[in-house]
């Protein structure tokens, strides 16, 4: 069963716009939520993270909304940039296990 | 510094053999975790060490898969009775100690094809 679920398989986006990736989950003990970035040939790269406690986090053009009662987050890329493509994950977690999702292939054009 | 190294980078093996992959985290990470990533799907947790035990082994598929760590450091996942359906890319991540905000650094995998 995923707990996680990534709806959109891919994206594509006008370099200088906005890039808005969404995320669902079910499992309502999940406690930390995570933004991995992935290029062809190369592991996940951490990108952004954010606690329940809160419902925002910026970290310069990468925002994370977190939406608890609707069991949503999404990760907001501005303005995007062409070397923004790349596969993104979320990731979501109660301790020791990262449940991960399918992932989302964004190509922002130039 | 050297980031997180798995080796080989490709492995190809015939159903029914055993294979041995290779994971060197960050030097001075003590969490090591495991993870599988099957066509089309995110990385699957599989196991996670802290220092030399097995803190979590609850994502291993079956007991085919066993990982070790004796030393701490370095990582090697085991799978015996290789099956098709075994074929992914299998991950690695080391973070400094554990726990959930701890970011995690992954090595670029390797690809198993069981034939």
């Known amino acids: 069963d995923q707990q996680v679920k990534q709806n959109s398989p891919s994206l594509s986006v006008q370099e200088g716009r906005i890039s808005i990736l969404n995320c669902d989950y079910t499992?309502?003990?999940?406690?930390?939520f995570l933004w991995y970035k992935k290029y062809p040939a190369e592991g996940p790269t951490f990108l952004i993270s954010i606690s329940s406690i809160k419902d925002k986090n910026e970290d310069g053009r990468f925002t994370v909304f977190l939406n608890k009662s609707a069991k949503h987050l999404s990760l907001h890329i501005v303005p995007s940039q062409p070397g923004d493509s790349a596969v993104y994950f979320c990731?979501?977690?109660?301790?020791?296990?990262?449940?991960f999702g399918t992932g989302t292939s964004l190509t922002v054009i130039p | 510094g050297a980031g997180v190294s798995q080796t080989p980078s490709n492995k190809v093996t015939e159903k029914g053999k055993y294979v041995e992959l290779r994971c060197d985290p960050i030097s001075g990470h003590t969490a090591l975790y495991w993870y599988r990533q099957s066509l089309g799907q995110g990385p699957e947790f599989l196991i996670y060490?802290?220092?030399?035990?097995?803190?979590?082994d609850s994502g291993l598929p079956n007991d085919r898969f066993f990982a070790v760590r004796p030393e701490g450091s370095v990582s090697t996942l085991k799978i015996q009775r290789t099956e098709r359906g075994d074929s992914a890319v299998y991950l690695c991540?080391?973070?400094?100690?554990?726990?959930?905000?701890?970011?995690?650094?992954f090595g670029p995998g390797t690809r198993l094809t069981v034939l």
């Open positions: 991540a080391s973070s400094l100690s554990g726990g959930r905000r701890d970011t995690q650094y």
């Open positions: 990731a979501a977690t109660t301790g020791n296990q990262f449940y």
């Open positions: 060490f802290q220092g030399t035990g097995a803190a979590d």
């Open positions: 499992n309502s003990m999940f406690d930390y």
